[in-house]
C-alpha cells in the first residue's frame, strides 16, 4: 500500500502527534479537568439536588474531627502496614523457595496456584471467603472446632474482623509479591554468589549481603505499590463485610463511596478524595526518601 | 560425602515441596469450594459438617442463576466491554508508546512527563468528579461510561514505550522508504516484532476490565446494563442471599479468566512482573 | 496476511463498540407512559395486575419495574441527580425519604395541589402523610397502617402449658422459661442487625428522635427494652441470635425451632409466603408492656408512599394512578387479600372484607386486631435523617448489646455521641 500525501502533511512529523493525541484528548477531558474540577467541589457543600454553596475549607475542617474518616484512616492505615509487614517476608520466602533448585520441576505449577487470587475480581474473592469465614458454618470455624477451639467471630466480631482482612490480603497478594520477588532474585548474577561461596561465606552472610541489597530496587517497589494499593481496597471488603462491624472495616475508599454516592454529599467526598491523595503522595514521598537513605548508607 | 549430601537434599526436596504443596492446597480450596458448592442445594452449603464435595449434582442452583437474574445479559456486557477495553488499549497504547519511543516532535518531553505525572495520582480523586460528568453528559449508566475515561491508561504507554525503545531504527527507516505511511509502519513492520509487547499489555488490560468494580458501580445503574461484578455483588444483601445462586455465578464469572490464564501462563506472569521490573 | 486478519478483527470489534456505544437503549413512545419502580415483589404483582383497568381506561402504558431494596433507592437517587433515568412514580420506603431531603429540592412532586384537590386530606391519618413531608410539602402517601404484633404458634405453647395472650414482659419471660424446661427449645429470638424490633417495642418513649428532631433514643423505655433484649439471651436463656438471614430464618420457623416473632402487620404477608406450610398454627396478640405500665401495646414499623418523580413526563396522570391504586376500594380489598396490608384510606375502614377471618391465623380477623392496635401506635417523631441514624444505631449500640459484646449503658452512651458527631455535618 503506498499512498503519496500531500507534501506539507509530511507524515513524519505530523505522525507522532496524531498518535499521542487519542490519550491526550482523554487525558485533558477525564482527567486533567475532574482533577481541578475536584478540587472545587472539595470546598463545596454539594449536597443533595440544587446549587452548590462555597464553603471553603470547611469540609477539610469536617474531616479531621470526623470519626469515621478518622476510623477509616487508621483501619486502611493499619491494612496498608500490616500488609507490608506480613506479605513481604512470606513474598520473599516464597520466592526464595521457588527459585531454589529443590522446587525446580514443581514451580511452574506453584507460580499458578499462588498467582490465582490476583486474576480473580475482587467481589467473587469477597463472596468466597464471605462463605469460608461464616461463623456457624463456615470451612474456617469448622477446622476451629475440629481440633477443639471455640469458632471465631472471623467477621463477625470488629476485634477480629480487621485481622480477618489481613489474613485475606495475604492469600490474596502474596503471591504475586513472590513473583516480583523471584524475577528480582532471578537476575542476581550468579557469579556474585560464587565468588562469595570461595569467599567463604554462609548461606545467611550470602542473603543479608547480597541477595537483600541486589533486591533492593524490587523490594522498594514491592513495598510502595503494596502501600498505595492498600489505600485503594474496596471491592473485597465491600462485599465481605460493608465496612462493618461497626467500621471496623471501613476503609477510605468505601468511605469516600458511601459519602458521595449514597449520601450525595459530593463535595464532602471530593475532599475525602483529595486527602486520600495528599496521604498517598505523602507516604511514597517518605518511602522513597526511607529507602534512598538506606541505600546511601550501604 | 556425596551420598549424605544427596540424601540431605532429597530430605530437604521432600519437605521444601510438601510444605509447598500443602499451601497451594490452601490457596486453591477456596475455588474448590465454591464451584462444588455451586452443585448443593442450599441448606447442603450450609451445614455441619461440612462436605466439600457436594453429594449430587444439583443444577438447581444454575437455572435459578439464569432466570430469575439476568445473568446472561451481564455476562454478554462484560466479555463485550472486556474484548473493547483490551483492543482499544492494545491499539492506542501502543501507537503512543511507540511514538514516545521512536519519533522526536516538539513538546515530547512534556508531554511524557504529563504521562508520567498521571500516573501518580490515584483515582479515588477523579470518581466524584468523573461522576458529575457522567451525568451531565448524559452517559450515565450506559458502556461509554465505563470505557470512555479510563480506555488510555499511562501506565501501559510507559510500558510499550520501554519496549518499543529496542526497535531498531533501521527497519523504520527501510519501511519509509518503500513509501509505507507511518501508520502502515507501525501495524506492518513494529506490531509483528512486538508481539509480546502486545500481549503483555493486552493480558493487563484484559485482567482489569474483567476484575473490575469500583467504577462500573459508580456508573451502571440499572440491572439489564451491570458487568458481572456489579450484579454478583447486587445478589448479595443484607436480606435474602440465595448462595447457592451467588456462588454459581462467582464460578461462572472466574472460569474464563482462569482458562485465559492457563493458556497464557507464561504471557501473564512475564506480564505481571515486566511491570515491576520496568518500573523498579 | 496475518496483518490483515489483524485489522480485519480490529475492524469488527470497533464495529461491535459502536453498535455497543449506542446500546443505552431509550424507547420511543407514542403512548403516555408510566413507568413505576417498587422494591417489593408482592406489591408488583398487585400493581401489575390492577393496571390492566387502568391501561384500559386511559390508554396509557404501564410499566412496573421491581429493583431490589438498597439498589432501587441508589439508583433513583443518582438519575434524580442526573436528570435523567428515574421512573414518574416510586415506592419510597419510609426511612429512605431522608435522603432526599438533604439537598435544595427534593426531587418529587409536591402532592399539595392534587390533595387539596380530591380533599383527601380529610381521609387519611396523619401517619400517612407525616414520614413523607418536608418542609411543608406533602411527597408521598403512606399506604398501610401497619402496627406491630407479637406472633406466637399457639400449637407449641399450648403443648407447653403456656397461657395466651401474654400480657406482660415478665410474663413472657416466665412462660419463655417455662417454654425451654418442657421443650428445650428456645422461645424466641434476637437479632443483632435489624433495629426495627427495638424501635417498635420502645416507640412509646420516642423512638430514635425527639420533638425537636434530636438524635434521642436513650431514653428510658429504649434502655430497658434493650436490656430486656440483651436479658432474653444472656440472662433468662430464653432467646437467641437470630439466623442471619431471611431463608435460614424462614428455615428455621419451619422446623419449629422458635415459638413465638415480632413483628408488623406487613410480616403477615411473609409467613404466608415463606412458611405456607405452618397455616393455622399462628396466631397474633398484642405486644405485651411492663408490669408498670411502660410500654405499648402496639408499635409500628415500615412503610411505603407512591412518589412522584420531578422527571415524570405527565405528573397528573401519574397522580391519577396513585389515586386508582391507594384510593380505590376494590384494589385495596385485592390488596389486603394478598399480603394483608391494611389501608390508611378512612373510608375503607368500613368495608367487611378487611374483617374476614384467616385461616392461616387459625381463624383470627387480621383486620380487627389490625384496626384495633391502630390506635395504640403511639405518636412517634419523624425526621429526615432516618437513613443515617437507623443503621448507626443497629450497628453501634443494638449489634454489641445483642452479641454480648458491650452493657447497654455503655452502648448507648457511646452510640448518642457518635451519632451527634455524625449529623453534624448535614
Known amino acids: 500500500m503506498t499512498t503519496r500525501l500531500p507534501g506539507w502533511l509530511n507524515q513524519k512529523n505530523s ?284 | 560425602m556425596r551420598n549424605r549430601t544427596n540424601r540431605a537434599e532429597l530430605v530437604a526436596r521432600v519437605a521444601l515441596n510438601s510444605l509447598l504443596l500443602l499451601l497451594v492446597v490452601v490457596w486453591v480450596i477456596p475455588y474448590i469450594f465454591t464451584l462444588a458448592s455451586s452443585f448443593k442445594p442450599q441448606s447442603e452449603i450450609f451445614r455441619l459438617p461440612i462436605r466439600l464435595l457436594p453429594e449430587s449434582t444439583f443444577t438447581g442452583n444454575y437455572e435459578f442463576l439464569v432466570t430469575q437474574y439476568p445473568y446472561l445479559r451481564w455476562y454478554m456486557n462484560t466479555i463485550l466491554i472486556t474484548a473493547i477495553q483490551t483492543t482499544v488499549s492494545m491499539f492506542f497504547c501502543g501507537i503512543a508508546g511507540y511514538a514516545f519511543a521512536k519519533y522526536e516532535f516538539r513538546f515530547k518531553k512534556t508531554l511524557f512527563m504529563l504521562v508520567l505525572i498521571s500516573l501518580m495520582l490515584p483515582i479515588q480523586v477523579l470518581i466524584t468528579p468523573l461522576f458529575i460528568q457522567m451525568a451531565r453528559l448524559q452517559w450515565l449508566d450506559t458502556y461509554r461510561a465505563v470505557l470512555i475515561p479510563f480506555a488510555v491508561q499511562p501506565f501501559f504507554i510507559f510500558l510499550m514505550r520501554q519496549y518499543m525503545l529496542s526497535v531498531p531504527d533501521d527497519l523504520l527507516h527501510s519501511g519509509r522508504i518503500d513509501g509505507c505511511t507511518e501508520l502502515g509502519i507501525f501495524v506492518r513492520i513494529v506490531a509483528p516484532i512486538q508481539r509480546s509487547a502486545f500481549a503483555i499489555v493486552g493480558i493487563l488490560s484484559f485482567v482489569g476490565a474483567w476484575t473490575s468494580f469500583l467504577w462500573p458501580v459508580i456508573v451502571l445503574r440499572s440491572r439489564d446494563m451491570y458487568v458481572l461484578n456489579v450484579g454478583i455483588a447486587t445478589m448479595v444483601g443484607p436480606y435474602n442471599v440465595p448462595y447457592g445462586a451467588v456462588l454459581a455465578a462467582s464460578s461462572l464469572a472466574t472460569i474464563p479468566i482462569i482458562v485465559f490464564f492457563l493458556l497464557m501462563q507464561r504471557n501473564f506472569i512475564d506480564g505481571m512482573t515486566a511491570g515491576a521490573l520496568k518500573s523498579a | 496476511m496475518r496483518r490483515n486478519r489483524v485489522i480485519v478483527l480490529a475492524a469488527f470489534l470497533t464495529g461491535i463498540a459502536l453498535a455497543g456505544l449506542h446500546a443505552s437503549g431509550e424507547a420511543e413512545a407514542s403512548l403516555p407512559e408510566i413507568e413505576f419502580w417498587t422494591y417489593a415483589d408482592n406489591r408488583a404483582q398487585w400493581l401489575e395486575d390492577i393496571s390492566v383497568a387502568f391501561e384500559e381506561e386511559t390508554g396509557a402504558d404501564v410499566t412496573i419495574s421491581v429493583l431490589p431494596f438498597a439498589q432501587m433507592h441508589d439508583q433513583l437517587q443518582s438519575a434524580l441527580f442526573a436528570g435523567t433515568g428515574a421512573p414518574d412514580i416510586v415506592d419510597v420506603n419510609i426511612y429512605q425519604f431522608g435522603r432526599f431531603t438533604t439537598g435544595e429540592r427534593t426531587g418529587f412532586v409536591a402532592l399539595n395541589d392534587y390533595l387539596t384537590a380530591s380533599t383527601v386530606s380529610d381521609l387519611y391519618t396523619s401517619a400517612a402523610l407525616a414520614p413523607w413531608t418536608w418542609e411543608g410539602e406533602y411527597y408521598g402517601l403512606g399506604n398501610e397502617l401497619n402496627p406491630t404484633f407479637m406472633y406466637y404458634r399457639w400449637d407449641l405453647l399450648e403443648e407447653a402449658g403456656i397461657e395466651t395472650p401474654i400480657e406482660t414482659w415478665e410474663g413472657f419471660i416466665e412462660a419463655g422459661q417455662q417454654y425451654v424446661e418442657r421443650t428445650g427449645k428456645l422461645f424466641t ?150 399480603f394483608n396490608l ?69 452502648a448507648m452512651r457511646e452510640g448518642m455521641e457518635s451519632a451527634r458527631a455524625l449529623l453534624e455535618d448535614y
Open chain 1, 15 to 298: 505522525a507522532p502527534y496524531l498518535f499521542v493525541a487519542p490519550f491526550f484528548i482523554l487525558f485533558l477531558s477525564f482527567w486533567v479537568y475532574p482533577v481541578f474540577y475536584s478540587l472545587y467541589l472539595s470546598i463545596q457543600r454539594a449536597t443533595g439536588l440544587g446549587p452548590m454553596q462555597f464553603v471553603g475549607l470547611d469540609n477539610y475542617v469536617r474531616l479531621i474531627g470526623d470519626p469515621r474518616f478518622l476510623k477509616s484512616l487508621a483501619n486502611t492505615s493499619v491494612f496498608a502496614f500490616g500488609s507490608v509487614l506480613l506479605q513481604v517476608p512470606i513474598g520473599l520466602a516464597l520466592a526464595l523457595a521457588f527459585n531454589s533448585t529443590l522446587t525446580h520441576r514443581l514451580r511452574g505449577f506453584y507460580r499458578v496456584a499462588y498467582f490465582l487470587p490476583i486474576i480473580t475480581p475482587g467481589v467473587v474473592v469477597g463472596i468466597m471467603f464471605s462463605v469460608i469465614y461464616e461463623f456457624d458454618y463456615g470451612l474456617l470455624n469448622q477446622l476451629v472446632r475440629s481440633v477443639g477451639l471455640d469458632p471465631i467471630p472471623w467477621i463477625r466480631s470488629p476485634d477480629y474482623a480487621m485481622g480477618s482482612i489481613l489474613l485475606l490480603g495475604i492469600w490474596i497478594w502474596t503471591g504475586l509479591k513472590a513473583l516480583y520477588l523471584l524475577a528480582g532474585l532471578q537476575s542476581i548474577p550468579k557469579d556474585y554468589y560464587e565468588s562469595a561461596v570461595i569467599d567463604g561465606a554462609s548461606p545467611s552472610q550470602q542473603f543479608l549481603r547480597i541477595t537483600l541489597p541486589q533486591l533492593r530496587p524490587i523490594l522498594m517497589f514491592v513495598i510502595i505499590q503494596t502501600v498505595i494499593g492498600s489505600y485503594a481496597l474496596f471491592d473485597q471488603v465491600w462485599v465481605l463485610t460493608e465496612g462493618g462491624p461497626r467500621d471496623a472495616t471501613l476503609t477510605m475508599t468505601m468511605y469516600l463511596y458511601e459519602v458521595g454516592f449514597q449520601q450525595f454529599r459530593l463535595g464532602y467526598s471530593a475532599a475525602i478524595g483529595y486527602s486520600i491523595v495528599f496521604i498517598v503522595l505523602g507516604l511514597t514521598l517518605v518511602l522513597l526518601t526511607a529507602f534512598k537513605g538506606l541505600k546511601d548508607q550501604a
Open chain 3, 189 to 338: 429470638w434476637v437479632e443483632p442487625n435489624a433495629w426495627q424490633p427495638w424501635f417498635f417495642l420502645s416507640m412509646d418513649g420516642g423512638g430514635f428522635f425527639d420533638e425537636s428532631g434530636e438524635v434521642a433514643f436513650d431514653h428510658e423505655l429504649g434502655r430497658r427494652v434493650l436490656q430486656m433484649m440483651h436479658d432474653w439471651i444472656y440472662v433468662h436463656e430464653i432467646a437467641g441470635i437470630a439466623p442471619l438471614d431471611p431463608p435460614a430464618q424462614y428455615g428455621a420457623l419451619g422446623a419449629g425451632d422458635y415459638a413465638v416473632t415480632f413483628g408488623a402487620s406487613w410480616y403477615q404477608g411473609f409467613l404466608k409466603d415463606n412458611v405456607s406450610e405452618l397455616s393455622g398454627k399462628w396466631m397474633m396478640q398484642h405486644q405485651p408492656v411492663f408490669e408498670d405500665g411502660m410500654g405499648s401495646e402496639a408499635g409500628a414499623v415500615g412503610g411505603t408512599a407512591m412518589l412522584i418523580t420531578e422527571q415524570a413526563a405527565d405528573p397528573d396522570l401519574a397522580w391519577r394512578f396513585i389515586s386508582y391504586a391507594n384510593l380505590d376500594t376494590d384494589n385495596l380489598a385485592e390488596a389486603f387479600r394478598r
Open chain 3, 342 to 410: 391494611f389501608p390508611t384510606y378512612r373510608p375503607m375502614w368500613d368495608d367487611p372484607v378487611l374483617y374476614q377471618p384467616d385461616a392461616y391465623f387459625n381463624g383470627q380477623k387480621p383486620g380487627e386486631w389490625i384496626s384495633e392496635a391502630g390506635s395504640a401506635i403511639p405518636a412517634y417523631n419523624p425526621s429526615p435523617y432516618w437513613f443515617p441514624i437507623a443503621p448507626h444505631f443497629a450497628n453501634n449500640v443494638l449489634n454489641p448489646v445483642v452479641l454480648g459484646d458491650m452493657d447497654v449503658e455503655q
